[in-house]
């Protein structure tokens, strides 16, 4: 009896770590549907599409980071920002996400999570921004090489970012 | 003639030849005109014919009549072939004092079959059983059948008049106490409530089970237990699959709602293509924005001297 107790035990424990996988889901899902958010979702599938596609246009470094990309979810707001980063932070496992980077620049929070699978296959990566105009959620699932992304940051166009905002005024 | 003696010589080596027929060959092969395929065999049968007195013709019945007759049955006994009337035959002989020197040594073993048989020889085993089986009055023979669950009801009445006298043999003292105990016994009836017996016998067992924990308990301890453990582990696993499903539900929905765009369509992946370089020159202007600040922070740190 006690073993069969115990056993049960074991079980919804470990379905319960996996429901601390869907915390950034449940985040999403909390405000994907509230109007003053702006929501973004690149599912796995788009990300197969883009190397069949748009195969001519892609940069070849670029390629070279999203095709290990399986996901993509941005969620971004300007309204409390400073409470919404917050909240954010609360309820990201910390058991799930390792703190890659903080950082505080000119009012502005940062920080960058990742999931590892070992030692160094990377599941997802947050990247967190709040600050007391925006907060931004960035979700990248799939395995990021971050030696690459820092490659290229220099050649990605840093004034694109504002395409995300103009999506928002869709 | 050679044609014959094949034909006879054909029986004889299947041994079939009668002894007239033997006779034949043997005169052939000592005559002077044996074929040449048949040199080889005369000296086989001219030894035969010198040896004719000793063996190939012996009739067995014949030898056992030349013999004494005590050797006979002797024979005969020692293949469990004599009937009784000779094995008496047998003991007459040996118990006599005209034995031949060669059955000396079967003395002593007919000597004490001789006393054997006196001891058995009028031994009916059917009239054993048939004496087991009916009523015995002897004690011993009486117990021996109740041991072995025959005594009728008669005779189990006989043993315990017996034990309940007083002229008890010392061997039956064991059994006294016994069938004392039956004589008075067998007027009860069992009425013994089976039924509590057991339910009080489980609750125990039920109170036993549970070890450690203390826990009051009612008479059907045991079946109680059972079903409150039962409902328990229904009510874990129905909330089990409550979580497993609620959680199940936890995925992402595309819906447009508010300004959610879920980029999924096939003619949105470059749209979706775009926005992803975006997402990704965000990052590295977060990070970049991160490792400034440690750069020149390092290089402010540069001019501190704090070591020395």
């Given amino acids: 009896m006690n073993k069969l107790f115990s056993l049960v035990v074991l079980l919804f424990l470990s379905l319960s770590v996996s429901a601390q996988d869907d915390a950034i889901d449940k985040f999403f899902e909390q405000y994907q549907d509230d109007e003053e958010f702006t929501m973004v979702y690149v599912s796995p599938k788009m990300f197969e599409m ?12 670029l390629k070279s980071i999203v095709k290990d990309l399986k996901g993509l979810k941005v969620l971004k707001t300007e309204t ?57 959620l960035v979700s990248f699932v799939g395995n990021i090489n971050l030696n690459d992304l820092a490659r290229i940051a220099g050649k990605l166009d840093i004034d694109g970012v504002k395409h995300l905002e103009k999506l928002g005024q869709d | 003639m050679k044609i014959n003696i094949n034909n006879l010589l054909e029986k004889y080596w299947n041994a079939e030849a009668s002894l007239q027929e033997e006779a034949e060959l043997r005169a052939y092969f000592s ?58 035959q047998l003991s007459e002989y040996f118990a006599g004092d005209s034995i031949a020197p060669e059955h000396e040594q079967f003395k002593d073993l007919f000597g004490y079959y001789d006393v054997l048989k006196a001891q058995t020889s009028s031994l009916d085993l059917n009239e054993l059983f048939e004496k087991h089986k009916t009523q015995d ?102 909330l089990g699959f409550a979580a497993i499903t609620v959680m199940d539900q936890a995925e992402p929905t595309t819906q447009y709602k508010g300004h959610a765009t879920v980029l999924d369509d096939e003619a949105e992946a470059q749209e979706a293509y775009e926005i992803t370089k975006e997402a990704l020159a965000f990052l590295s202007k977060n990070m970049n924005k991160g490792s400034k600040t440690v750069v020149s922070s390092v290089s402010k740190a540069e001019k501190v001297k704090i070591f020395k």
């Fill in chain 1, 50 to 61: 883009f190397t069949r596609i748009a195969g001519d246009e892609l940069d070849v470094e």
């Fill in chain 2, 31 to 88: 005559g002077s005109d044996v074929a040449p395929e048949h040199e080889q065999f005369r000296d086989l049968f001219s030894y035969f014919s010198v040896s004719r007195l000793q063996s190939t013709d012996l009739d067995v019945e014949e030898v056992l009549s030349s013999l004494s007759d005590i050797d006979a049955i002797l024979v005969k006994y020692w293949n469990a072939e004599t009937s009784v009337e000779e094995e008496r």
């Fill in chain 2, 137 to 238: 009055t002897d004690i011993d023979g009486l117990l021996e059948k109740y041991w072995n669950a025959e005594s009728s009801l008669e005779e189990e009445t006989v043993l315990r008049e017996y034990f309940s006298g007083g002229k008890v043999a010392q061997r039956h003292e064991a059994y006294r106490g016994m069938f004392g105990l039956f004589a008075s016994k067998a007027s009860e009836t069992c009425d013994l409530d089976v039924e509590k017996i057991l339910s009080e016998a489980e609750a125990e067992i039920g109170e036993r089970a549970i070890g450690s924990h203390v826990m009051p308990r009612a008479s059907k301890a045991k079946v109680f237990s059972l079903q409150r453990w039962a409902a328990g582990i229904a009510a874990v696993f129905v």
């Fill in chain 1, 80 to 136: 409390n920002a400073e409470q919404i980063y917050k909240d954010a932070v609360k309820r990201i496992p910390t058991k799930e996400y390792e703190i890659l980077m903080t950082a505080r620049d000119e009012g502005q929070n940062i920080k960058v999570l990742t999931k590892t699978q070992g030692e160094d296959v990377i599941e997802e990566l947050l990247l967190l921004v709040g600050g007391a105009d925006e907060f931004v």
